[in-house]
């Protein structure tokens, strides 16, 4: 159907940047809320950012003025923009998106990439 896939992690520096990107594959799809998602060792999956098909954001309280979310609708794909990291941000993102697939019939789904290790650490 959709296939995600993450790219962008690594290791940085506290204080540095990183700049996840997250791609969209399939046929005859189209995209609708993305999200970016993370889950830090030891620790459940939370919500990191959304962004509608229309460009509306919303972000959770902990990375509100440090990450931005954005999307390119034209290439299928979605950013998040991580500045002034701190070990705390280390986890794996995950990318999250919900689609429509149109053929014979219009079918909606959701799917998950498999996700980038960021590592925050001197």
């Known amino acids: 159907q959709v296939h995600l896939e993450e790219s962008g992690g690594g290791l940085v520096h506290p204080g540095g940047s990183l700049r996840l990107s997250c791609t969209a594959s399939?046929?005859?799809?189209?995209?609708?809320?993305m999200n970016w998602h993370r889950q830090a060792p030891g620790r459940e999956r939370e919500l990191v950012a959304s962004?509608?098909?229309?460009?509306?954001?919303s972000y959770a309280d902990s990375v509100k003025g440090r990450f931005t979310i954005s999307r390119d609708n034209t290439n299928n794909m979605m950013y998040l923009q991580m500045n002034t990291l701190t070990p705390e941000y280390t986890a794996v993102y995950y990318c999250?998106?919900?689609?429509?697939?149109?053929?014979?019939?219009?079918?909606?789904?959701?799917?998950w990439g498999q996700g980038t290790q960021v590592t925050v650490s001197s």
């Open positions: 399939g046929a005859k799809f189209r995209l609708n809320t």
């Open positions: 962004i509608t098909n229309v460009g509306s954001t």
């Open positions: 999250e998106a919900d689609y429509w697939v149109f053929g014979d019939e219009t079918v909606a789904g959701r799917t």
